[in-house]
């Protein structure tokens, strides 16, 4: 199976990566890192989950053949966004809080 990360996905998941870096920075550094390491690994379980069963995550009924899927607890406040162009290829579109306008950040 094929990975294909679009920019957007990974901008985002860097933007992530450092708001939780920075989000516990002035009560200790050493616990921002760590909860940084985590969501990182957390949306790495998560895309090894979407990898292997694509079909698991809910369509996204903004935008035909999307679908989408919240990363592992206790990071679910998260949604990762992928496609399937064909059977051998999963393309990540997007990570973001679901707090957010999705329709239109979701393109």
């Known amino acids: 199976m094929n990975w294909v990360r679009r920019d957007g996905f990974v901008t985002a998941l860097r933007e992530g ?7 516990q920075q002035e009560h200790s550094p050493e616990a921002a890192e760590l909860l940084a390491q985590r969501f990182a ?10 990898v292997r069963r694509p079909t698991s995550g809910v369509v996204w009924p903004h935008r035909q053949g999307y679908r989408f899927t919240l990363v592992k607890k206790p990071f679910d406040r998260w949604l990762i966004f992928y496609r399937q162009p064909d059977p051998m290829t999963i393309e990540f579109v997007d990570i973001t809080r679901g707090e957010r306008d999705l329709p239109k950040r979701v393109r």
């Open 17 to 23: 990566i450092l708001w939780y870096c920075t989000a």
């Open 41 to 50: 690994d957390a949306v790495d379980h998560t895309l090894d989950k979407i």
